[in-house]
């Protein structure tokens, strides 16, 4: 079973920085695409950055010039680097991934379980 762990959440003061990692496992052939999500409260989940295998990057223009997105695809493993942040990135943090697996060659869409960013004023 494919599982995507994140990890790098936490507390930061405006202006501060975070890192996120997020890894995935099982039986994994291929990884089309990797991203991330947030979700503030009272809020839909939207789209930060997204990421291909061959590098192509995407940015929602509320994040460009301070999220940095970046993979290694040796480790599967999608990072996002955070700086200079705004309260207004408060929210979940969900990684996304669209996998090729060894068991079931369509790829699908998988989530992780989500890390909390909280940017205090």
């Known amino acids: 079973q494919v599982q995507l762990v994140e990890s790098g959440g936490g507390l930061v003061q405006a202006g501060g920085s975070l890192r996120l990692s997020c890894a995935a496992s099982?039986?994994?052939?291929?990884?089309?695409?990797m991203g991330w999500y947030r979700q503030a409260p009272g809020k839909q989940r939207e789209l930060v950055a997204t990421?291909?295998?061959?590098?192509?990057?995407n940015y929602a223009d509320s994040v460009k010039g301070r999220l940095t997105i970046s993979r290694d695809n040796a480790k599967y493993t999608v990072y996002l680097q955070m700086n200079s942040l705004e309260t207004e990135d408060t929210a979940v943090y969900y990684c996304?991934?669209?996998?090729?697996?060894?068991?079931?060659?369509?790829?699908?869409?998988?989530w992780g379980q989500g890390t909390q960013v909280t940017v205090s004023s």
């Open positions: 996304s991934a669209n996998i090729i697996t060894t068991y079931y060659p369509p790829p699908v869409d998988y």
């Open positions: 099982g039986g994994i052939s291929s990884i089309v695409i």
């Open positions: 990421i291909t295998s061959g590098g192509s990057k």
